[in-house]
């Protein structure tokens, strides 16, 4: 995933069509699983799910841990 980043930075636009050809990728992308990246029938949009799956889990845990400290200054207070 590039998060909106630039992929393939180093790779002219006049040389993409070659790149790709010739066999070449992007490396896996942090948060890829390898099942995903070593299937050879994935689609990207398995890894944009993936990646939509992690954000999900990072903002749950973050909205869980904000309702444990709000109840915990509630009950302080």
Do not use: W
Not at 39 to 45: E, F, H, K
Not at 58 to 64: C, G, N
């Amino acid at each position: 995933m590039t998060y909106g980043g630039t992929p393939y930075t180093s790779i002219a636009a006049e040389n993409m069509f070659d790149y790709l050809r010739d066999g070449n990728r992007m490396s896996q992308p942090v948060n890829c699983p390898n099942e995903i990246l070593e299937n050879d029938d994935n689609t990207v949009g398995e890894c944009i799910d993936a990646g939509i799956d992690y954000c999900k889990d990072k903002v749950d845990e973050t909205s869980h841990a904000a309702s444990k400290e709000i109840n915990k200054q509630k009950a302080t207070h």
